[in-house]
Nanobody, 122 residues
């Protein structure tokens, strides 16, 4: 699976942004997907995850009620809608795909996109 993340940019605090992750290669719908982020000087952390069917979603406490993950298997794309952005959301955002069990652990993800930078100014 090849993953291509896009949609990052520079926005003001309180704004919204939608990230997209387009997949190609093997059957996208077989994979559970996740979004991770890495802020400057920090380790990469889990943001959101979605099951291969889209029926189950998971969020880090820091983004719960502000971010929404979704997928469109017909378009081989997963999305991350980010609302009420804060300065602390500034990071490079990565999408990733997994077949293994365990949504929160990045070691369970086999395929990674290149990352897209989100900068939130306060």
């Amino acid at each position: 699976v090849q993953l291509q993340a896009s949609g990052g940019g520079l926005v003001q605090a309180g704004s919204s942004l939608r990230l997209s992750c387009a997949a190609s290669g093997r059957t996208f719908s077989f994979y559970a997907m996740g979004w991770f982020r890495q802020a400057p000087g920090k380790e990469r952390e889990f943001v959101a995850g979605i099951s291969w069917t889209g029926d189950s979603t998971y969020y880090a406490d820091s983004v719960k009620a502000r971010f929404t993950i979704s997928r469109d298997n017909a378009k081989n794309t997963v999305y991350l809608q980010m609302n009420s952005l804060k300065a602390e959301d500034t990071a490079v955002y990565y999408c990733a795909a997994r077949l293994r069990v365990g949504v929160f652990n990045q070691d369970n993800y086999d395929y990674w996109g290149q990352g897209t930078l989100v900068t939130v100014s306060s």
